[in-house]
């Protein structure tokens, strides 16, 4: 059985970092193409950064370029995502998700394409 445990979340200032980790079970994280969610109070929850099953390819969202980065440990058996520059519109609960059918040199983009998922970690960034 997957699961997906994310940890990291906190209350930051404007303009400081976190980095949030989602341990997998269950596989290795190299059979998944992983992603990072977040979910706003009162809004639908959007796709922040996602990586390849190949682990060769990444991109993020447009509102988090250059700020956050997405990245994969496969003896830890995790995938983690370090947020810089962080505004109060980053304000979220973020979720780690896993998607096993997807080809390996890409990742989805939407939700229902991603079998697995995370509790979610809290991320709230105070102005």
């Known amino acids: 059985q997957v699961e997906l445990v994310e940890s990291g979340g906190g209350l930051v200032q404007a303009g400081g970092s976190l980095r949030l980790s989602c341990q997998v079970s269950?596989?290795?994280?190299?059979?998944?193409?992983m992603a990072w969610f977040r979910q706003a109070p009162g809004k639908e929850r959007e796709i922040v950064s996602f990586?390849?099953?190949?682990?060769?390819?990444?991109a993020n969202a447009d509102s988090v370029k250059g700020r956050f980065t997405i990245s994969r440990d496969n003896v830890e058996n995790t995938v983690s995502l370090q947020m810089n520059i962080l505004k109060p519109e980053d304000t979220a609960v973020y979720h780690c998700?896993?998607?096993?059918?997807?080809?390996?040199?890409?990742?989805?983009?939407?939700?229902?394409?991603?079998?697995?998922w995370g509790q979610g970690t809290q991320v709230t960034v105070s102005s």
């Open positions: 998700a896993a998607a096993s059918s997807f080809n390996i040199y890409s990742a989805p983009r939407q939700l229902n394409e991603y079998e697995y």
């Open positions: 269950g596989s290795t994280v190299s059979s998944f193409a």
């Open positions: 990586m390849s099953r190949n682990g060769r390819s990444s």
